[in-house]
């Protein structure tokens, strides 16, 4: 066996000259290595290279600005930095190489947001192995396309299936994710972990089975950048129409799709929403607008504050809120849940803090969770793992 | 709406010191550029970079080894270079700043193959408009867990059902798909863009709808790198496994759960096996293995010379192959089709001569399309346009 592999991997080898394929430019060096302490070693090799640094989500749970951190070379030409002990997250980073942003060519995982690749890594131990690929049953996920006549066109999204929904015959409670500004339909399967999430919830008897919805918010699109029609277009988070109504209205429209093309529970009581920031936003004007609909409400780090309230889009969605919302309270719910960092930006927490001021005066109860930390994915994979266990129970 | 537009933006700039997100990290710098001859602008900026060049498979349809190019510098420090008029096609690049790989940051778009990530492009208005979403019904790409008991564990495969799957109630033929060394159960919807060729053929009326199913061939992994429970462990092609046997042996997993999960029509009228390379020689095996199953079977660029006769594995699937040929043959099948580039590498290409020498002897009927290139994915795809529409007809 060994001398076969052995001619093989020499026929193989020869493949280099005439293959697309990158078989044969295995990067030796190992970057990121996580050290057993918990500390991440950075390497590059870049012998030309002047000035070569790392930067990223690597102050561990605060997460806020990136941190930059210069690399030092060796006689080898390879640059690299040791971080120190960073907590269980999941973690993202570059590398500026004389001025150039770069994924690290060691680390073949990298997650986008809006138009730049970040290389990723998890520490385990912790949190973190709720954002991992355990030895469990998993669930699927499956991209599909709906009919949006409410925007004329076929758009996208994710859908996570638990496991042994296709067998079972069941019909399954539904929770719609919604994705922040600069994101779309394949922001909770990447850095959010949603699938990952949900299985490992489910496997240790956290959550209920549910099938889980993650839509595209921007109605400008079909799809996530590079999975529409549009082709190869350069992300960028300033979209037409994301917070203008048109998404809260044609809601109706991926409802009506899965709802007919799942064994849901087509209920108040069997649907959930949720989303972060600007998809937190969505949430609050959904879940008023189609007032008797959904049962769960939740708002991660939601962004409330942002719309200036002098100046209203012209949609039906935000005309009479607070008749809207008093609507809500008279038809009931079973659960409104907030996530907030105390670190957010004042716009988006004192935005919170003035809604959760009239829901007290309407009389309306929620849940309130204050974290560390603030707009940051570390917290909505944090609120997403609480949230998820109160539904549906 | 302009203004409200604005203050938004405003409020939301500040996010930029609270969050992860990338949002304000948008690269001013276009590239690629696609410019309207068809020639391709790279550019990054690297002030301080004394060195940077673009390599990938930039000599269009021939695409053996990659092509580099030095880039110049501008008095701004952004570096550049204008390919020739390129011919359409998916393309794949990487830039080298200084010494180390990178890909493009001007690039949202990257596919990964083996341990190395690549930037992308397309170039439309020829043979890669099949490469591009279009604006036709979609199919439904989803990862799915099957039970593997002859491998003792969940493996992931990738399943394309056709537009109208899921509300037909009709029963679909099968593809089974597989990919090369290296490769794994997200090679042929990453580089082989297999969903994109799948919905615009179908729109097209040039294929019948079928379902697909890619496989994981490296029986040692549960999933493509990072999509088990190892982790993200660096990726290697050099796996064990693969070419023992074991992926044929228990390839039955595969049909149980597709056949149990899906409508399909399980009868070998209704099923077609494919594969490239390390693929092509699973096909070859399985459906020899396999004798009365499958009446459609399709090598591309398949890695038929690259075992050694000598020395063969214990499996039962490498024994008396000649013997199994004939029952293959006895037993019938529709189309055994293989395609070959005359630049392969000469083990493959004489491999291939001698098995389609041994078909003669023994009789048996094929189809064989010789095309110009090499091992390549320009080719594949090429195959996987053409094999597909003679499938199930």
Chains 1, 2 share one sequence.
Do not use: C
Not at 182 to 196: C, F, K, L, P, V
Not at 352 to 358: A, L, M, S
């Amino acid at each position: 066996m060994r001398r076969l592999f052995l001619q093989v991997f020499l026929g193989l080898v020869t493949f280099s000259a005439f293959a697309q394929q990158d078989l044969f430019n295995e990067n030796p060096i190992v970057s990121p290595k996580i050290n057993p302490d918990h500390s991440v070693t950075f390497q590059v090799k870049a012998p030309a290279a002047s000035q070569v640094s790392v930067s990223g989500s690597l102050d561990g749970e605060k997460a806020f600005a990136p941190i930059t951190y210069e690399m030092v070379k060796n006689e080898e030409g390879v640059w690299s930095f040791t971080t120190p002990v960073l907590p269980s997250e999941l973690y993202r980073y570059h590398f500026i190489i004389d001025g150039a942003r770069s994924t690290d060519p060691g680390n073949a995982y990298a997650i986008r947001d809006v138009g730049n690749l970040s290389s990723i890594f998890i520490i385990e131990g912790g949190k973190a192995d709720h954002y991992k690929v355990q030895q469990v049953a998993h669930g699927t996920v499956a991209f599909r396309w709906y009919d949006s006549p409410g925007n004329g066109k076929m758009r996208r999204l994710g859908v996570y299936t638990p496991p042994g929904y296709e067998t079972s015959g069941e019909n399954y409670p539904v929770l719609y994710l919604l994705h922040g500004i600069g994101g779309d339909e394949e922001a909770w399967t990447g850095s959010g972990r949603a699938a990952e999430i949900f299985d490992n919830l489910l496997a240790e008897g956290k959550i209920k089975p549910m099938i889980v919805v993650m839509t595209n918010g921007n109605v400008s699109q079909e799809a996530a950048p590079g999975k529409g029609s549009d082709g190869f277009v350069k992300p960028t988070f300033m979209l037409p129409h994301t917070m203008d109504g048109k998404f809260e209205e044609t809601f109706v429209d991926v409802m009506t799709f899965v709802e007919g093309n799942y064994r849901t529970q087509a209920t108040k009581e069997g649907r959930a929403i949720a989303g972060l920031s600007m998809g937190g936003f969505h949430t609050a004007n959904i879940s008023m607008y189609y007032p008797n609909t959904f049962d769960y409400i939740g708002l991660f780090s939601s962004a409330l504050g942002v719309r200036p309230g002098g100046e209203t889009p012209n949609s039906a969605v935000y005309q009479n809120q607070d008749e809207k919302l008093k609507l809500q309270r008279d038809n009931g719910y079973k659960l409104y849940w907030m996530g907030m960092g105390v670190d957010d930006m004042p716009m988006i927490f004192n935005g919170n803090k003035d809604f959760r001021k009239k829901m007290d005066d309407f009389g309306m109860k929620y849940e309130y969770l204050e974290t560390e930390g603030g707009h940051t994915w570390n917290n909505w994979r944090d609120y997403l793992v609480v949230f998820s266990q109160k539904l549906f129970k």
